[in-house]
């Protein structure tokens, strides 16, 4: 029996490209795919698959909700497959509920790698993100902990798109919140962070963006 997948990228030619990759193994088959987190635990629930891709950036509910609800729902595992710094956002994809932190730019050779290591019940990171974990946990908190570690996982998304150069209009229009919530996340981030005002989160936040690699 051919092990089920489920993709979850708001990219039409990423989820197809993945399709036609996996669906030519012997041992993998694409059972659906989705471009938002509300239609993919609809099709999850009905496709039960044995394993969800899934990027961190979705319009709406976030890739890092998503696992988390993926996991409490249907305990069905997660490989997390996205631009962004995998240095930041592995750690708190696996906290999340992910099996699995893959980075884009790897080949598709390397991403069903990861499925089948995950599938056969294993976590999948590469082998410099397992050393940088390892060592996150072997040194001091005080000296590791970025400040970003005390943003919450919205407050995060937030940030990000405020880095993508997104008004408060158009971040509240992409996830699907209120431009009030928004004001408000972003009043939370300056006290976070310990920033003067907005100029300086927006500085902050553009800054953050183009070192890892998540400006699109």
């Known amino acids: 029996m051919k092990k089920k997948v489920f993709i979850v990228d708001d990219h ?21 795919d989705a471009e938002d987190a509300e239609s993919a635990i609809r099709l999850i629930g009905e496709r039960r698959p044995d394993i969800v891709i ?23 595992p997660v490989l997390v497959l ?8 592995a750690e708190r994809a696996i906290r999340a509920g992910a099996r699995g932190y893959i980075m884009k730019k790897e080949s598709m ?10 599938i056969a019940g294993k976590i999948y990171v590469n082998t410099e993100l397992k050393e940088w974990l390892l060592g996150k946990l072997l040194t001091s908190s005080d000296i590791t ?11 995060m998304e937030v940030f990000h798109l405020i880095g993508r150069g997104l008004s408060n209009r158009h971040i509240a229009q992409e996830l699907s919140l209120s431009v009030k919530t928004v004001e408000t996340y972003r009043a939370r981030i300056i006290e976070k962070l310990k920033l003067k005002d907005s100029s300086e989160l927006v500085r902050y936040a553009v800054q953050w963006n183009r070192n890892s690699g998540g400006e699109q």
């Not at 197809?16 to 041992?27: H, K, M, R, S, V």
């Not at 996205?82 to 956002?89: K, L, P």
């Not at 050779?109 to 995950?118: F, M, P």
């Not at 970025?146 to 943003?151: K, Q, R, Y």
């Open 12 to 32: 039409p030619v990423v989820r197809q490209g993945l399709a036609a990759f996996i669906n030519g193994e012997d041992d993998l088959i694409v059972c659906g």
């Open 54 to 76: 899934a990027d961190l950036s979705l319009k709406g509910t976030g890739g890092l909700e998503l696992t988390a609800a993926i996991k409490s729902r249907f305990n069905i």
């Open 82 to 89: 996205s631009m962004h710094d995998e240095n930041f956002y």
């Open 109 to 118: 050779e390397t991403v069903v790698k990861a499925l089948r290591d995950i």
């Open 145 to 155: 902990q970025s400040p970003l570690d005390s943003l919450t996982n919205r407050e």
